[in-house]
């Protein structure tokens, strides 16, 4: 199974705002660029049969919309949800087709230390997943490990 996490682009400042503000935060100029320009490069490697699953917060709803494919908002990706829902949603490690996740940070981080560091990190600090970036994991059956596929940043390729 591949699994893809994709931070949300670059967004409007949250400070001093309520988290229901906090969810309709938009993109920037600066991450409509970005979400346009990791799209790019996801619609050449993305299989059609994807499914993409999207946090409710506009940001990451902006930045997957960059795609122009089907997505699902899903709310076990919002702020605040744990790396555990998240993996619940994608079904991980046995959904049958790629899965692309758009979410927040530090849920990412902490998903991606879990799945390539092992769990004994579950207390561990997040990995650093940079706005706008992708993460594409691929969990092998045969083994039961997780590879790294591609890191890919928003910044220029």
Do not use: C
């Not at 705002?17 to 799209?39: F, I, N």
């Not at 990412?108 to 970036?133: C, H, I």
Request: charged share 25%; glycine share 6%; no cysteine.
């Amino acid at each position: 199974m591949d699994l893809i996490l994709w931070r949300h682009a670059d967004a409007r400042d949250a400070e001093g705002e309520s988290v229901e503000d906090d969810l309709d935060r938009p993109l920037t100029p600066r991450g409509e660029k970005q979400a346009r320009r990791m799209a790019e490069w996801l619609n050449r490697f993305l299989p059609d049969s994807s499914r993409i699953l999207v946090s409710p917060a506009l940001r990451a709803r902006q930045t997957a919309q960059a795609l122009g494919r089907k997505l699902r908002i899903v709310d076990a990706l919002a702020p605040g949800a744990s790396h555990n829902q998240a993996l619940a949603a994608a079904r991980w490690p046995d959904s049958r087709e790629p899965v692309l996740l758009v979410g927040h940070q530090p849920m990412l981080g902490q998903l991606t230390a879990y799945l390539m560091a092992g769990a004994a990190t579950l207390d561990a600090p997040p990995w650093s997943v940079r706005k706008g970036a992708v993460w594409w994991l691929r969990h092998r059956e045969r083994d039961g490990e997780v590879a790294l596929v591609s890191v890919r940043t928003a910044e220029k390729f």
